[in-house]
């Protein structure tokens, strides 16, 4: 889709242009199938000074924010370059952190053929003034942990309690939660929201189980705000789930709203405002800038506007990234500044509290690799460096690893415990381990989950060795990522070193 426009000469733009675009971009697919050299990083680096100084007069020293120049890859993919070769007048933005509905709506209408009619991103009030809360303090010693819990009934609450932050499924008993809040006064429980998705099958007999879930279901039916594609069929992007749309196709209700502006609201009532304190906030998963991936999962594209013809890869990511937009400042909105917004998902929305990468650094292969842990750890457009500093303060980003059993007589077991546990240190993140990415349940406690490391005395560094290294008041964590041998540390393996 890119090259087409960009080869497009009634775009205008000079032949230097369009090369160094061209060259900007295929460094960017290099880099996230972890495949860029020094040399394409370099041209990546001061294409993209270039052209968003060109956009918004900033300097390369004021563009070195991470947020800045990710948002501005990721709100559209190719934005920036689509400015650029178009010679389109554009006003400078102060705050390129910001997924602002009505910049979103802006960048639609430039982006869209002709052909297209983009229907107008919805601003949102609340229905209500949120109730003000005084959000949980979080822990500023180390390690902090992180227990992903879907089940839903805890089969041990005492045992799930020794972690610092859970997140469970609505399913869960108020009694059982109750349970955990006894055994750990100081932890932090988190609802499990599908956000895009509800199984396909809570709109049968009532079950007082998912009640929640039943609730989105004859919502999204009676409003006919299924995600289908061209056939119509449901988009599924999850085990036994249909999806739903949060674009601005999406069809209004009876009472004026879409999905997006529905679902927080629908949050709040039932979360937290039938059950006051039951929990600390909400942890939406899949929560994604883009959906575009899902258009080659089956035969037939997806349809957000019901008229018989897929949606092209860029358009679908636009239309999504600003539904998304609008829903994640809505739920903020709905329950204002005292809950917890995680999420789960390759995503840039500024008002969320924090963000998971799970089975870190694997994503879903079958073993951990340099170049994955270099692109989901420090270089990526959502790597854990990236993440440290993006979202809200005070942080709650997140690390799931994955094993297939809890097997501490296993060396290969104990050596990715190590790298992962080590990397969640390294940027502050809350460390999880389990069965990932295949389920989400285990209380696999570890023996190092006791270590008292204390307060991070300064970020962390890389050494010309290429070892990673962060310093704490009772400690050190080393991480090597690197294939080789390095100061004693074996290949993608981590130490941690504690002190009196």
């Known amino acids: 889709m890119l090259r087409r426009f960009v080869t497009d000469d009634s775009f205008g733009g000079t032949n230097d242009e369009y090369l160094s675009i061209k060259d900007k971009w295929r460094c960017r697919i290099y880099a996230?199938?972890?495949?860029?050299?020094?040399?394409?990083?370099g041209i990546w680096y001061q294409t993209t000074h270039r052209?968003?100084?060109?956009?918004?007069?900033?300097?390369?020293e004021l563009q070195r924010d991470d947020r800045l120049e990710e948002t501005t890859y990721i709100r559209g993919q190719a934005l920036v370059a689509l400015y650029e070769v178009k010679g389109v007048d554009f006003?400078?933005?102060?705050?390129w952190t910001r997924r602002d509905p009505e910049l979103i709506q802006a960048d639609l209408v430039l982006l869209q053929p002709a052909t297209i009619v983009v229907p107008a991103v919805e601003s949102y009030t609340t229905s209500t003034t949120p109730t003000i809360v005084g959000q949980p303090s979080v822990s500023t010693t180390f390690p902090r942990l992180l227990n992903y819990y879907l089940p839903g009934v805890v089969t041990d609450t005492e045992a799930l309690a020794r972690w610092d932050v859970v997140v469970v499924s609505t399913t869960v008993s108020e009694a059982q939660i109750a349970e955990l809040r006894a055994f750990n006064p100081n932890i932090i429980i988190l609802a499990y929201l599908?956000?895009?998705?509800?199984?396909?099958y809570a709109g049968g007999?009532?079950?007082?189980?998912?009640?929640?879930?039943?609730?989105?279901?004859?919502?999204?039916?009676?409003?006919?705000w299924w995600l289908l594609r061209t056939d119509g069929s449901h988009v599924s992007s999850s085990t036994n789930m249909w999806n739903i749309d949060v674009t601005a196709n999406c069809k209004l209700d009876g009472s004026g709203k879409r999905y997006s502006s529905w679902f927080p609201q629908y949050v709040r009532e039932q979360l937290f405002d039938a059950?006051?304190?039951?929990?600390?906030g909400v942890f939406f998963d899949n929560c994604f800038d883009s959906i575009s991936y899902l258009n080659n999962a089956q035969p037939f594209g997806i349809d957000t506007d019901r008229n018989g013809i897929a949606e092209d890869s860029l358009t679908l990511g636009l239309l999504w990234s600003a539904g998304m937009a609008v829903m994640m400042n809505a739920l903020r909105t709905e329950l204002g500044d005292g809950r917890f917004i995680l999420a789960n998902g390759p995503n840039s929305y500024a008002t969320i509290d924090g963000n998971m990468i799970e089975d870190f650094p694997r994503n879903f292969t079958?073993?951990?690799?340099?170049?994955?842990?270099?692109?989901?750890?420090v270089s990526g457009p959502y790597s854990l460096a990236r993440n440290k500093s993006f979202y809200r303060q005070p942080l709650l980003n997140m690390v799931n690893a994955g094993a297939v059993a809890n097997d501490t007589g296993n060396a290969e077991f104990e050596r990715h415990k190590r790298l992962t546990f080590a990397s969640a240190l390294l940027f502050d993140a809350l460390y999880s381990l389990d069965k990932s990415p295949s389920t989400h349940g285990d209380l696999w406690y570890q023996p190092e989950y006791d270590y008292?490391?204390?307060?991070?005395?300064?970020v962390a560094l890389v050494l010309g060795t290429g070892i990673w290294m962060r310093s704490f008041e009772h400690g050190t964590v080393e991480v090597n990522p690197t294939g080789s041998v390095v100061d004693g540390i074996q290949p993608l393996d981590g130490r941690i070193t504690v002190t009196a």
């Open 32 to 41: 996230r199938n972890g495949q860029m050299s020094r040399e394409e990083q």
């Open 51 to 60: 052209v968003i100084g060109k956009l918004t007069g900033l300097t390369p």
């Open 91 to 95: 006003p400078r933005r102060r705050n």
């Open 194 to 200: 599908g956000g895009i998705y509800t199984y396909y």
């Open 205 to 224: 007999v009532p079950d007082t189980n998912i009640a929640f879930w039943q609730g989105v279901w004859q919502a999204a039916n009676a409003g006919d």
């Open 275 to 280: 059950h006051p304190g039951l929990y600390d």
């Open 366 to 377: 079958a073993s951990d690799t340099t170049a994955l842990w270099d692109t989901w750890g």
């Open 452 to 458: 008292e490391l204390g307060a991070a005395l300064g």
